[in-house]
């Protein structure tokens, strides 16, 4: 009876105008068994910058809901629905990862290394036969270089303690910086229905370049997952459509009988099982071409040789036509004495940055057409 009660207060607001309630997941999600740099502490940091932001947004009044609960888990999501809270927003990670290199420069090596911090706060209701239904995420991505201000160098190696704490500090910027629910406006009216609102999502990141093949051929799943989460959120803040999780983030399995994608996450209050409908406008990905090319200099040089590498990617979004673009960056190589060169870069550091800066362009460009 005291749940009914509850039911029918909330339903009551609901027809009075009032915002839909909604909780908030005090937990961190994640597809990956093996964390990279989510210790437990980056856990317990990322939960109070979310639910720290989420009480600013609230009391300025720029949630488009009323925040009820922030103590939700994943092993009582069923009984959050029962009580009258329809909605959750569930913390899930897609990166928490950094790359390492050395290089060097004066007869001295140096550091760099680029952390790369995928978040997305879900925005989730119940579902018939899984945990629940994702409607719709706001990603909060954001990337940053170790080591890349050459007036601060780093002369030690990079160790996964610094990097963690990295990590954590460009995931606040992320909360800070790029939550916004303006484009879930939409989702949220009209959570209730059993169709999927329409829908952005990557679906696939393909890399059909021989060379970038060779570039990333020990990993790279790390880089098509960078492309496909930075090109989401950059499209999401350029159109403020609704997006929905990039396939390549979450290991999902298709049930073509329900025209739906299941996956399983894993959070320390409990094991999470996703569904999500299969977007309305699919968007696949490729690193269609790589290339590097020593320059002719003006003034040639007995100690230095320059090199560009340049890369491509297209988008296809649904039945349209592919759209293509590309970008490039110069680097330099040193020779020695014996005639041998020595680099002040690494070839996949280069290449994953410009590849990450061109996935947003490219998803802002396609987000400012739709919009």
Same mark, same amino acid.
């Given at each position: 009876?005291?749940?009914?009660?509850?039911?029918?207060?909330?339903?009551?607001?609901?027809?009075?105008?009032?915002?839909?309630?909604?909780?908030?997941?005090?937990?961190?999600?994640?597809?990956?068994?093996?964390?990279?740099?989510?210790?437990?502490?980056?856990?317990?940091?990322?939960?109070?910058?979310?639910?720290?932001?989420?009480?600013?947004?609230?009391?300025?009044?720029?949630?488009?809901?009323?925040?009820?609960?922030?103590?939700?888990?994943?092993?009582?999501?069923?009984?959050?629905?029962?009580?009258?809270?329809?909605?959750?927003?569930?913390p899930i990670v897609t990166?928490?990862?950094?790359?390492? $290199? =050395?290089?060097?420069? *004066?007869?001295?090596?140096?550091?760099?290394?680029? +952390? /790369?911090? !995928?978040? &997305?706060?879900?925005?989730?209701?119940?579902?018939?036969?899984?945990?629940?239904?994702?409607?719709?995420?706001?990603?909060?991505?954001?990337?940053?270089?170790?080591?890349?201000?050459?007036?601060?160098?780093?002369?030690?190696?990079?160790?996964?303690?610094?990097?963690?704490?990295?990590?954590?500090?460009?995931?606040?910027?992320?909360?800070?910086?790029?939550?916004?629910?303006?484009?879930v406006k939409r989702v949220?009216?009209?959570?209730?229905?059993?169709?999927?609102?329409?829908?952005?999502?990557?679906?696939?990141?393909?890399?059909?370049?021989?060379?970038?093949?060779?570039?990333?051929?020990?990993?790279?799943?790390?880089?098509?997952?960078?492309i496909a989460d930075f090109?989401?959120?950059?499209?999401?803040?350029?159109?403020?459509?609704?997006?929905?999780?990039?396939?390549?983030? $979450? =290991?999902?399995?298709? *049930?073509?009988?329900?025209?739906?994608?299941?996956? +399983? /996450?894993? !959070?320390? &209050?409990?094991?999470?099982?996703?569904?999500?409908?299969?977007?309305?406008?699919?968007?696949?990905?490729?690193?269609?071409?790589?290339?590097?090319?020593?320059?002719?200099?003006?003034?040639?040089?007995?100690?230095?040789?320059?090199?560009?590498?340049?890369?491509?990617?297209?988008?296809?979004?649904?039945?349209?036509?592919?759209?293509?673009?590309?970008?490039?960056?110069?680097?330099?190589?040193?020779?020695?004495?014996?005639?041998?060169?020595?680099?002040?870069?690494?070839?996949?550091?280069?290449?994953?940055?410009?590849?990450?800066?061109?996935?947003?362009?490219?998803?802002?460009?396609?987000?400012?057409?739709?919009?």
């Amino acid at each position: 009876m005291a749940v009914l009660f509850v039911m029918m207060s909330s339903l009551a607001c609901e027809a009075k105008g009032q915002n839909l309630q909604v909780g908030f997941v005090d937990d961190i999600v994640s597809a990956d068994s093996e964390n990279h740099l989510l210790t437990p502490q980056a856990k317990q940091e990322i939960r109070q910058a979310l639910k720290e932001r989420l009480r600013a947004l609230q009391s300025a009044g720029k949630l488009p809901f009323e925040l009820k609960s922030s103590d939700v888990q994943l092993n009582n999501l069923q009984q959050t629905y029962d009580t009258g809270i329809p909605v959750v927003l569930i913390p899930i990670v897609t990166m928490d990862d950094y790359f390492p $290199v =050395k290089y060097y420069a *004066d007869g001295k090596i140096f550091y760099k290394a680029t +952390v /790369l911090s !995928g978040l &997305s706060l879900a925005v989730c209701t119940s579902s018939d036969d899984m945990d629940c239904r994702l409607l719709a995420v706001v990603p909060l991505n954001r990337y940053g270089i170790m080591g890349g201000d050459i007036r601060r160098p780093i002369m030690q190696p990079i160790s996964k303690a610094d990097a963690s704490q990295e990590y954590i500090a460009l995931t606040k910027q992320g909360i800070a910086e790029n939550m916004d629910f303006r484009s879930v406006k939409r989702v949220l009216k009209d959570w209730q229905l059993n169709q999927a609102i329409p829908a952005c999502g990557v679906t696939e990141v393909t890399m059909t370049s021989k060379k970038a093949k060779a570039i990333f051929q020990d990993d790279p799943h790390h880089i098509r997952n960078a492309i496909a989460d930075f090109y989401t959120m950059a499209y999401q803040q350029a159109s403020g459509e609704p997006v929905i999780l990039p396939m390549t983030s $979450v =290991k999902f399995v298709e *049930d073509v009988h329900r025209s739906m994608y299941e996956g +399983v /996450l894993r !959070g320390d &209050s409990g094991t999470l099982n996703l569904a999500m409908a299969k977007p309305a406008h699919p968007i696949v990905l490729d690193v269609s071409g790589a290339a590097s090319k020593v320059l002719q200099r003006s003034d040639p040089s007995d100690v230095r040789e320059d090199i560009a590498y340049k890369v491509w990617l297209s988008a296809k979004t649904g039945s349209d036509a592919p759209v293509q673009d590309s970008d490039y960056a110069t680097e330099m190589r040193i020779k020695n004495p014996d005639g041998s060169l020595q680099n002040n870069y690494d070839e996949v550091d280069t290449c994953s940055k410009l590849l990450i800066n061109l996935a947003g362009k490219m998803g802002k460009q396609a987000g400012k057409q739709k919009h």
